[in-house]
């Protein structure tokens, strides 16, 4: 089955630039979706098909996927930032939805 | 505006079934699959099962085929799984969530999170 890797955790100082990366096999050819899961709730989409931003979502989340790896990236993060990010692919070899294992983000 | 409302909280001992609802609203209930999908303490996320509001045919992923069932009341807009068989593994929080289609678009809104303790 298919396989996204993610680092377990990423910390960032305020006001600087987190890139979250998500790897698996040709994932280029995939489309890449993001999810920021703050504690204790529900997740929520910030980046779909590789770069597109969900309304409301700030133009700070950005995504790109050229290659081994995808990225999310926060630019200028804030203490409001700090949340569990996940990506997710659809797999077309099993016909399933694939989560990769989630980065959590502490801001400094 | 769009919202996914889960039933609360349960606790099951091992062998027993669970229920959990999902009720949507703000949007056309039959224009969006439901997916139901867990997450165990300290977890990632794993994908259950998909169901089409539109006709009710539903997919289960091979991990759950023959203990999840969907359902779906379309007068309520409400979608029902039951988990059967319930083992200590299946301690989780519980999301619905819904997507555009089956397969390629994201998942725009989800539930709350039901969260089901399995414990003798």
């Known amino acids: 089955s298919y396989v996204l890797t993610q680092p377990s955790s990423l910390s960032v100082a305020p006001g600087q630039t987190a890139k979250i990366t998500c790897g698996g096999k040709?994932?280029?050819?995939?489309?890449v979706h993001w999810y920021q899961q703050k504690a204790g709730q529900a997740p929520v989409l910030v980046v779909y098909?590789?770069?597109d931003r969900p309304s409301g979502i700030p133009e700070r989340f950005s995504g790109s996927n050229t290659g081994d790896p995808a990225t999310l990236t926060i630019s200028r993060v804030d203490a409001g930032d700090e949340a569990d990010y996940f990506c997710q692919v659809w797999d077309d070899g099993t016909d399933h939805w694939v989560f990769g294992g989630g980065t959590k983000l502490t801001v400094l | 505006q769009v919202q996914l409302v889960q039933s609360g909280a349960e606790v099951k001992r091992p062998g027993a079934s669970v229920k959990i609802s999902c009720k949507a609203s703000g949007y056309h209930f039959t224009s969006y699959y439901i997916h139901w999908v867990r997450q165990a303490p300290g977890q990632g996320f794993d994908w259950m099962a998909i169901l089409n509001p539109n006709g009710g045919i539903t997919r289960y992923t091979h991990k759950f085929q023959g203990r999840v069932t969907m359902t779906r009341d379309t007068s309520t807009g409400t979608v029902d799984m039951e988990v059967s068989s319930l083992r200590s593994d299946d301690t989780a929080v519980y999301y619905c969530a819904r997507s555009r289609s089956s397969s390629s678009s994201p998942f725009d809104a989800w539930g709350q999170g039901t969260l089901v303790t399995v414990s003798s």
């Open positions: 040709n994932i280029g050819s995939q489309s």
């Open positions: 098909e590789d770069s």
